[in-house]
């Protein structure tokens, strides 16, 4: 069975979404919808996806600057079984009404508030809560990284209490009308809306968020200190159970990332290497030497690509919706198609290095092969 996808939103998460549908064996990309030509229609049409027009835009601007546009928004729903929205914030919920009306089912993003959908959703956290239902609403890109780290600790050693600072980006990297602004600025509500976002996901994860906004469009970071109820033995065990669990990356000290940067120079490095094509973080990165265990607290840092991270979990919440998969099985196919886990350090020991057979050695030293 091949599920019909739209996406209504071509911008950071829409586009993102699109292309990950389209690498999918059990989804079919019908189209794409924009209310405005841009680059990013333009990127719609090199891509060979079909391109609507939706909410106020006009097919004659896109027609008159030679994109070609196949529809309106109400022709590409009559087409699909479900549509993303992935416009911008309280958007999706306007929009709501047009997705009951053509009897589609509707993914919406963490911009909106948690009663759009009839669950909110992370797929390692609570697939199960995503099965059969017409809505879901995948949470937000910090909530995103705490569900996931949520479903590694909570299963394992239970979660006594657990604070996080958030580090919060201030802008995406294409974003030029706002920030990053020279300053360091405090979230004042307190705590932060993370901590209750989270518990749409788990209810009773005992989580209290805060969040300041630095200058940096790369990346957040999550400062976690979590008291555990039964801790592992050691922090190896800590290390090992991000290590094992899909969506996580864990930097071994001898790959020299020491913070955000390198960690997106990883991630454009690897593009093109195995099945990950594009340049983008899905996984939630930790560093090996930022994880501790300190009697029953827990100790560990954690970068969340913004653009990126919520992009899994949109393909396993349509197969959770359709009943396509269990989740397991759906996380292991999305990842596949992804290219998720490419390049990730095996254990914390250095690679052996290697000279593939005729390079390497005319400049005096073997290359290593990560
Ligand atoms: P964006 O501004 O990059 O993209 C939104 C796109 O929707 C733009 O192309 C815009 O032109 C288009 N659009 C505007 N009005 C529309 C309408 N009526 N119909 C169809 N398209 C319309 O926004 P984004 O960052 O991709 O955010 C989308 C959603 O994802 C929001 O709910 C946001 O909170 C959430 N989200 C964003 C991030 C992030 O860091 N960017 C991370 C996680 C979740």
Request: hydrophobic share 45%.
């Amino acid at each position: 069975m091949t599920i019909r996808v739209g996406v209504n939103g071509f911008g950071t998460i829409g586009k993102r979404v699109a292309d990950a549908v389209a690498r999918q064996p059990d989804l079919e990309l019908v189209g794409v919808a924009k209310t405005r030509p841009t680059f990013e229609a333009r990127r719609a049409i090199d891509r060979g996806y079909p391109l609507y027009v939706s909410g106020a835009g006009s097919p004659e601007k896109f027609e008159a600057v030679g994109l070609p546009v196949a529809g309106r928004l109400s022709e590409l729903l009559a087409k699909v079984d479900v549509v993303v929205d992935a416009t911008p914030e309280d958007v999706g919920r306007e929009n709501r009404s047009l997705y009951d009306a053509a009897g589609v089912h509707a993914v919406y993003q963490g911009g909106e508030e948690a009663d759009v959908a009839e669950a909110s959703f992370s797929a390692l956290a609570n697939y199960d809560a995503g099965r059969g239902k017409r809505s879901l609403r995948v949470v937000s890109c910090n909530t995103t990284g705490i569900a996931r780290a949520a479903s590694v600790l909570v299963p394992r050693w239970g979660v006594v209490h657990w604070n996080v600072t958030l580090v919060r980006r201030a802008a995406d990297p294409p974003e030029s009308k706002r920030g990053p602004v020279n300053g360091i600025m405090p979230t004042m509500e307190v705590p932060s809306h993370h901590g209750p976002d989270a518990r749409t996901i788990l209810p009773e994860l005992p989580i209290s968020t805060a969040a300041v906004v630095v200058p940096t469009t790369l990346m957040h970071v999550h400062v976690n200190h979590v008291r555990l109820a039964r801790p592992p033995a050691s922090t190896a065990e800590l290390v090992a159970a991000f290590r094992a669990t899909p969506r996580f990356h864990v930097f071994a000290p001898w790959e020299g990332v020491d913070g955000t940067p390198q960690v997106m120079e990883f991630a454009r490095d690897r593009a093109g290497v195995g099945r990950a094509t594009n340049a983008d973080m899905m996984e939630n990165a930790l560093w090996e030497r930022g994880i501790r265990l300190q009697g029953n607290d827990a100790f560990f840092f954690q970068a969340i690509h913004q653009e990126s991270i919520v992009v899994p979990e949109n393909i396993d919440a349509i197969r959770a919706m359709f009943e396509l998969a269990d989740g397991p099985t759906s996380i292991a196919l999305t990842d596949r198609a992804l290219g998720l886990g490419v390049g990730a350090p095996a254990a914390g020991r250095a690679p052996p290095v290697v000279s593939p057979p005729g390079v390497g050695s005319h400049r005096g030293a073997p290359r290593t092969i990560l």
